[in-house]
């Protein structure tokens, strides 16, 4: 293992952590809309960890067009993606 490693690793880690400890303050929402995850992470990052069952949409309060994803799931994701599943242009 290299610096790079240890210092990505180290990153993402304080930034999981620091999320983690903002939503059990309070501070940040456990779940965050769909939109808002598109805002964040990109659309594609997103429909691609949906259609692969990463993630999961949930309905938040019983509303059907307002669909939610538990941020700490969201962001563990988004730190931990490769690109392996990624489909070359000339495979879509």
């Given at each position: 293992m290299n610096l790079s490693d240890l210092t990505s690793i180290l990153k993402n880690t304080t930034t999981i952590g620091a999320?983690?400890?903002?939503?059990?303050?309070?501070?940040?929402?456990?779940?965050?809309?769909?939109?808002?995850a598109y805002r964040l992470f990109g659309r594609s990052n997103v429909d691609r960890w949906v259609q692969e069952g990463l993630i999961h949409l949930r309905s938040a309060n019983g509303k059907v067009l307002y669909k939610c994803i538990d941020r700490s799931k969201l962001e563990a994701i988004a730190h931990s993606s490769n690109r392996i599943t990624y489909l070359p242009?000339?495979?879509?």
């Open positions: 999320a983690k400890a903002l939503t059990q303050a309070g501070v940040l929402a456990d779940q965050i809309s769909k939109s808002e242009v000339a495979e879509r």
